[in-house]
């Protein structure tokens, strides 16, 4: 049986055009890498003329300050303040600026984190603590779809330093209650890392508002601006006061004196700036995070809303299990469904152009975003019932790609 669902007038269609990949496949997987916008082409071909005309004196000429400009465009969505918001590679990266600014010798030797943190970040936690800080992991109570705040809250005492925890989670999209935490943590003296990189471009929210120390996010999935381009928020007096020991000469006052010396840091967002940027990566960036101004994360987490709903209705209703969150309220822009034979069918939903991706231990993430058609989330849960009943699944058994 094929499924149907009313029409809906939506404006935000037309914005289809501009993501080329969306001719040729059914583009579902927007929380692990956004479409390319058609503009990337025009802004890479404007880095490789400028390289070939202007050489080193593109430096000079706008690629100096291109990170902390993009920092600004982003800055816009999030609700930073100017110059508070600067451009890194990875999360890995950022995150272990952050862990370098901290002294771990004080009393203060505990650092608060939930289950549901993205690998990356937990692999620099554990890489870079001291033996003998204490890492105090709250654990799911559901499988991995919640984590529960409250605990969260209970843990946070008088001997946490840090407390580095996601906006949203990565498996199941759910949207954490950050606020309580922030505030519990500010009233014992305990610093906040959030990592929204699930939430921004798809999730609205107010770095300012919030009161966070520090928000970690990317442009890599909601915003479309590819790979390369994590930004790192940073609360204005952390930017007078932190000394991140991950530095290089783009943080310091004087970088073209090249002084030997103690370094003396600036006072923006250039202070978390450490060697030579990725400037190939700043172009690519820029076309996305352009366009996500432009359509506006309260208009799309509005859509976003409905078209995960729908897929939800649409995925129980052909008896299959789902595991992201059903209130909407806590739910990101991604319903993650786990069907018999998950991983087999995702592989049998690629061979037919069908582009979502797989997590162990969840199942299948569809992630629809702004350009994305009702018909689209009818045509993925219609193509996960054929491949069952049709048994294509089947010849997908036994193996296993490396990528997922």
């Excluded at 798809?202 to 890599?220: C, E, M, R, T, W």
């Excluded at 859509?303 to 897929?311: D, E, F, H, I, N």
Aim: glycine share 8%; charged share 20%; aromatic share 10%.
């Amino acid at each position: 049986m094929t499924s149907t669902t009313p029409q809906h007038d939506d404006p935000l269609l037309a914005w289809r055009e501009e993501f080329p990949i969306l001719s040729t496949c059914t583009y579902l997987i927007n929380n692990s890498l956004g479409a390319m916008p058609r503009a990337v082409y025009d802004s890479l071909r404007d880095y490789a003329d400028t390289w070939a005309t202007r050489g080193v004196r593109a430096w000079g000429e706008g690629w100096w300050d291109m990170n902390l400009a993009l920092g600004n465009q982003i800055g816009q969505i999030i609700g930073a303040p100017p110059d508070t918001v600067s451009m890194h590679q990875n999360i890995s990266i950022a995150m272990g600026i952050l862990l370098s600014s901290y002294d771990f010798d004080g009393p203060r030797n505990k650092v608060v984190i939930e289950s549901g943190i993205f690998p990356s970040v937990y692999y620099v936690l554990r890489g870079m603590l001291p033996p003998h800080v204490e890492l105090h992991m709250v654990e799911s109570e559901d499988g991995g779809i919640t984590v529960p705040v409250e605990q969260i809250i209970d843990a946070i005492d008088e001997r946490t330093l840090l407390v580095p925890i996601s906006h949203v989670l990565f498996r199941s999209a759910y949207i954490l209650d950050v606020q309580p935490i922030i505030e519990k943590a500010h009233a014992v003296g305990a610093t906040v890392i959030l990592d929204g990189y699930h939430a921004c471009g798809i999730v609205p929210f107010d770095v300012s508002a919030l009161n966070v120390d520090y928000y970690l996010g990317g442009v890599l999935k909601w915003m479309c601006g590819g790979p390369g381009g994590v930004f790192l928020y940073a609360r204005e007096d952390h930017l007078r006061t932190a000394r991140p020991k991950l530095t290089g000469w783009m943080a310091h006052q004087r970088p073209f004196a090249f002084e030997v010396d103690d370094i003396d840091f600036r006072d923006d967002a250039f202070r978390f700036l450490n060697g030579t940027p990725a400037i190939p990566s700043l172009y690519a960036n820029r076309p996305g995070v352009e366009i996500i101004a432009q359509v506006g994360v309260e208009n799309i987490r509005e859509k976003s809303l409905r078209q995960t709903a729908l897929l939800i209705d649409l995925a129980e209703q052909a008896g299959y299990a789902i595991n992201s969150p059903r209130d909407p309220a806590q739910r990101g822009g991604t319903v993650t469904v786990n069907p018999p034979h998950a991983y087999e069918v995702s592989r049998e939903l690629l061979a037919r152009d069908i582009v979502i991706d797989y997590r162990e231990n969840a199942g299948i993430r569809i992630s629809p975003h702004f350009y994305n058609s009702d018909d689209e989330l009818v045509q993925v849960i219609d193509a996960i019932r054929e491949i069952l009943d049709s048994g294509a699944w089947e010849r997908h058994a036994g193996h296993r790609a490396f990528v997922t």
